[in-house]
């Protein structure tokens, strides 16, 4: 089992900047996809971005694509999510997830994610 732990979270004003934080522990973390995923009061979890365990191959929901950049730093166990551009409706908890199995893709469903953090508020205002 991996320990996840976000940071970076807060307010901001639309068209601002803010970067998440994900340090992981427990497990060989360069072997695992990491993501990242939001929830909206009143609302399901949904995918933000996903990136391979080597970190060459990124992914992005379409609301996101073009303002949103993930990363990773194996050699000190984090992932990152740069968010530029925000916008009211970024408003939402976000959580860093891992999947569960080495070696395996990043996929959209929040099922197939294993390890999930405590999440960081990141609060947008118009």
């Known amino acids: 089992q991996v320990q996840l732990v976000e940071s970076g979270g807060g307010l901001v004003q639309a068209g601002g900047s803010l970067r998440l934080s994900c340090a992981a522990s427990?497990?060989?973390?360069?072997?695992?996809?990491m993501g990242w995923f939001r929830q909206a009061p009143g609302t399901e979890r949904e995918f933000v971005a996903g990136?391979?365990?080597?970190?060459?191959?990124?992914y992005y929901a379409d609301s996101v694509k073009g303002r949103f950049t993930i990363s990773r730093d194996n050699a000190n166990n984090t992932v990152y999510l740069q968010m530029n551009s925000l916008k009211p409706e970024d408003t939402a908890v976000y959580y860093c997830?891992?999947?569960?199995?080495?070696?395996?893709?990043?996929?959209?469903?929040?099922?197939?994610?294993?390890?999930w953090g405590q999440g960081t508020q990141v609060t947008v205002s118009s």
């Open positions: 997830a891992a999947k569960g199995e080495p070696y395996t893709t990043v996929v959209v469903a929040t099922s197939r994610w294993r390890s």
């Open positions: 427990g497990r060989t973390f360069s072997s695992y996809a």
């Open positions: 990136i391979s365990w080597r970190g060459g191959s990124t």
